[in-house]
């Protein structure tokens, strides 16, 4: 399990205390990977859309 970061760390100015229940989501690892596969990163709700769209398809 990886653990994904809803707000870029990058993104973050100055010093921040990160808030487990708001600012990460459990994620496997393939979809770690995908939701990083741009830059800024994909909402984590825009790749379940894709992931849906692509069950359509197939």
């Known amino acids: ?3 994904h970061h809803l707000n870029q760390l990058s993104e973050i100015r ?3 205390k990160t808030n ?3 600012d990460l989501c459990p994620v496997c690892p393939n979809c ?3 939701l ?3 830059s800024p990163a ?3 709700e825009e790749l379940k ?3 849906g769209e692509t069950k359509i398809l197939n």
């Open 1 to 3: 399990m990886h653990v």
């Open 14 to 16: 100055g010093e921040h």
């Open 20 to 22: 487990p229940i708001a």
């Open 32 to 34: 770690h990977a995908m």
């Open 36 to 38: 990083h596969k741009r």
């Open 42 to 44: 994909y909402k984590i």
């Open 49 to 51: 859309k894709i992931i």
